[in-house]
């Protein structure tokens, strides 16, 4: 088996601001697992939150690779990812990135599309929310209007600017140019709890579908008391990125989001839904800023999620891979097996 890898920068068709950053370009790195004729893709994207530019990704690939040579098939591996994750605990990004490609070697081996491969619903046209960052209320409302008459149905709105007011308005304002879409909250942890729960129970009147990550992460007992102030569903986010993490949440939540990259990759995703079926809590899909290789990963689980936030691919000003669609709200099940995406212009 080999292990390699490409670096490519990503430039997103406008600057995304949230509450803790703002970011208008970022590095992927594609990693291909080959063994016989068949490649598994997989990709991570740099973050500086996580500590991953791209000699941190390259330093964990090696520590991957040595993982690699203690087997002799693909098929081997997957009963060895959480071996991986623990390896790369300081990486899991990477581990995620790898995860995929060993799922999309083994679909592609067995001829089947990766949700078949991982025992989860046909799923096809799926529908996901689209991101409006921190911007004034003028440019939210345009932006709300230009996607709704795209089709999305969804928005997601980033919050935690330095004025909560500024927050109210821009929800305010994106309420009145999409009167009718579902709208998701999410100000990344931004607030304190007080501030939480005076701008959410004052943001109700707007119809609010949910809201993530409203407190700092680290103390899972402030969310759930946030949760059980406010008349809106709380998702846990930052406070449930890995499956570890789960195990601290208190009842009261409305759902936990779901990021690939975050957790470790499809194999401890599989774990989380089946921790949320198991507590009664909904999924959400999240996801970065990424390309079409990332977010097809993830796009494979969406018949096990309540809402699908995977909308990276559609913020880039040119997607390199094909196949997973998403530009008119709707995410479509890839033809080929595997993954099922592409390079543009590869036949």
């Known amino acids: 088996m080999r292990l390699d890898h490409s670096v490519t920068r990503l430039t997103l068709a406008e600057p995304l601001r949230i509450s803790r950053a703002s970011m208008s370009e970022r590095d992927a790195v594609w990693v291909t697992m080959s063994h016989g004729d068949i490649r598994g893709l997989g990709e991570v994207v740099t973050s500086p939150r996580l500590g991953l530019d791209v000699p941190a990704i390259e330093r964990a690939l090696v520590t991957a690779a040595a993982w690699l040579e203690d087997t002799s098939h693909p098929r ?59 911007v004034p209320a003028e440019a939210a409302a345009r932006s709300a209007e230009r996607v709704t008459r795209r089709g999305f149905t969804t928005l997601k709105v980033k919050l935690g600017a330095s004025d909560p007011r500024d927050d109210i308005e821009r929800v305010r304002a994106i309420r009145g140019a999409a009167p009718v879409a579902e709208l998701l909250l999410d100000p990344n942890g931004a607030w304190d709890t007080g501030t939480a729960i005076a701008v959410l129970c004052e943001l109700e009147e707007f119809d609010i579908a949910a809201v993530e990550q409203p407190v700092p992460a680290g103390d899972p007992e402030t969310l759930v008391a946030v949760a059980k102030s406010v008349p809106l569903p709380i ?86 891979w094909e196949g ?17 995406v592409r390079l543009r212009g590869e036949s």
């Open 324 to 340: 997973l669609g998403g530009i008119d709200s709707r995410l479509c099940r890839p033809a080929a097996p595997g993954l099922g």
């Open 76 to 134: 081997e591996l997957r009963e060895r990812l959480p071996e991986l994750r623990n390896r790369l605990a300081h990486a899991l990004p990477v581990a995620a990135a790898i995860d995929s490609a060993v799922h999309d070697w083994l679909a592609l081996e067995a001829g089947v599309s990766l949700h078949e491969l991982l025992g989860m619903p046909v799923w096809d046209r799926v529908p996901t929310a689209y991101t409006i960052g921190i």
């Open 235 to 320: 998702i846990a986010d930052e406070d449930a990125a890995t499956l570890a993490d789960l195990d601290a949440l208190p009842e009261g939540l409305g759902g936990i989001n779901i990021k690939l990259a975050e957790c470790g990759g499809l194999d401890a995703a599989l774990a989380m839904i089946d921790w949320a079926r198991r507590h009664g809590v909904a999924v959400m899909l999240g996801c970065q800023v990424s390309t079409s290789a990332s977010i097809a990963a993830a796009a494979h689980l969406s018949g096990a999620a309540r809402w699908v936030d995977l909308d990276g691919h559609l913020l880039l000003c040119h997607d390199p």
